[in-house]
């Protein structure tokens, strides 16, 4: 396929900026299976487009990475198969990758936002065979995926599924099952308080990536006193466990993480938290239990669910800025 060619197969994809894409994710979430409506909305929130447009536009991107203090592996196109092994469709990724590499080369990726994304979903449920529902947040991920890689990187990535058979074979309903069973506190459970232990899982795939938590300890102090792998291998940012720590005051964002299950067991974010998550550009909302926290401050009071970033930094003011400048262009044309 030619690049002229290959433009005008995205180009129905790419017009669409940010705030489309949100519409769409809002239109689409009712289809969406129980298992995976907050893990495409963390998704989306760990791939946002905007940050892949400014550096796509930027004359010079590695110094607009350092401005906005980026780091660890903020680009979607080295993680073509795995940035989505968190969503539940992830099972049917490779017949999603599939649909969607055969849409685009016949020109079908035109029409809404959601229109698209339910289409690729249908065609993948019936050659799945499986629910519609569990495919529609996968077919979502794919299309931003396909977005901010390319078409001949995107079908030629393997296409292969990332986590372990093991995992793979788990039902929806046993994956919500569990995120909803809190830990037992023994016979005389109902008389502790703080010595309560919560279990933290930040890896669904794997029956290995769990911690324990005091009742009320937050996330990061907590996965901090595991030290039985070595976590700076695994990633560079990490210190002294599986999430990613430097201030431990909500000053650098580096702890930031999404919640698959169990939000509601968290502590309500306090000014601090609410203030910094926006600042950093992960989330624009004043929920007292969002899906994106910061896991210094959040603190557990039964077991929960989450899934870890591949990269951090400060990209809020940044957005800010560059909406303002649009509104005055606006105002300016008018």
Same mark, same amino acid.
């Given at each position: 396929?030619? #690049?002229s060619? !290959?433009?005008a197969a995205?180009?129905p $994809?790419?017009?669409?900026? @940010?705030? %489309?894409w949100?519409?769409?994710l809002?239109e689409i979430l009712?289809n ?10 963390i998704w ?6 905007d ?5 796509n536009?930027a ?5 607009l990475a ?9 680009y ?8 989505h092994?968190?969503i539940?469709?992830h ?5 999603v990758?599939s649909v969607?590499?055969r849409k ?9 936002l959601?229109?698209v994304?339910?289409?690729v979903?249908?065609e #993948?449920?019936? !050659?799945s065979k499986?629910?519609?529902? $569990?495919v529609?947040?996968? @077919?979502a %991920?794919?299309l931003?995926t ?5 078409l001949?990187?995107f079908d030629?990535s ?12 788990r039902?929806?309903e046993q994956?919500?099952k569990q ?5 037992g506190?023994?016979i005389?459970?109902?008389l502790k308080?703080v010595?309560?232990?919560w279990t933290?899982?930040?890896d ?5 990536s769990?911690?324990k938590?005091?009742?009320?300890q937050?996330l990061?102090?907590?996965?901090a ?8 291998a695994?990633d ?6 599986p999430?990613p720590v430097?201030c431990r005051?909500?000053?650098?964002g580096?702890?930031w993480?999404g919640?698959?299950?169990g939000?509601?067991k ?9 203030t910094s ?12 239990r969002?899906?994106i926290?910061?896991?210094c401050q959040?603190?557990a009071?039964g077991?929960v669910s ?10 809020g ?5 560059k909406?303002s400048?649009k509104e005055?262009g ?5």
């Amino acid at each position: 396929m030619s #690049v002229s060619t !290959e433009s005008a197969a995205l180009a129905p $994809l790419e017009k669409h900026d @940010s705030e %489309a894409w949100s519409a769409a994710l809002t239109e689409i979430l009712p289809n969406v299976h129980e298992v995976d409506r907050a893990a495409v909305q963390i998704w989306f929130a760990f791939y946002p487009l905007d940050l892949f447009r400014a550096l796509n536009e930027a004359e010079d991107p590695e110094k607009l990475a350092a401005t906005l203090l980026l780091e660890g592996n903020y680009y979607l196109r080295n993680q073509i198969d795995s940035s989505h092994t968190f969503i539940y469709g992830h099972r049917f990724w490779p017949v999603v990758k599939s649909v969607i590499v055969r849409k685009a080369n016949a020109g079908g990726l035109n029409g809404s936002l959601a229109s698209v994304i339910l289409s690729v979903a249908d065609e #993948v449920a019936k !050659e799945s065979k499986v629910d519609r529902a $569990l495919v529609v947040a996968i @077919s979502a %991920a794919g299309l931003m995926t396909l977005v901010q890689s390319d078409l001949k990187a995107f079908d030629s990535s393997p296409g292969t599924i990332q986590i372990p058979a093991n995992a793979a074979r788990r039902s929806a309903e046993q994956i919500l099952k569990q995120r909803a069973k809190d830990d037992g506190q023994g016979i005389l459970g109902f008389l502790k308080t703080v010595d309560k232990n919560w279990t933290v899982v930040f890896d669904e795939n794997r029956d290995d990536s769990r911690y324990k938590a005091v009742n009320l300890q937050e996330l990061a102090f907590a996965a901090a006193a595991e030290d039985k792998q070595k976590w700076r291998a695994k990633d560079p940012r990490c210190l002294d466990g599986p999430i990613p720590v430097q201030c431990r005051s909500a000053a650098c964002g580096t702890c930031w993480v999404g919640v698959l299950g169990g939000a509601e067991k968290l502590t309500p974010t306090e000014r601090l938290e609410s203030t910094s998550i926006k600042r950093f550009g992960y989330i624009d909302t004043d929920e007292k239990r969002p899906l994106i926290r910061l896991s210094c401050q959040a603190q557990a009071t039964g077991a929960v669910s989450i899934v870890i970033p591949p990269w951090n930094g400060v990209f809020g003011k940044f957005l800010k800025e560059k909406a303002s400048e649009k509104e005055q262009g606006t105002a300016a044309a008018v």
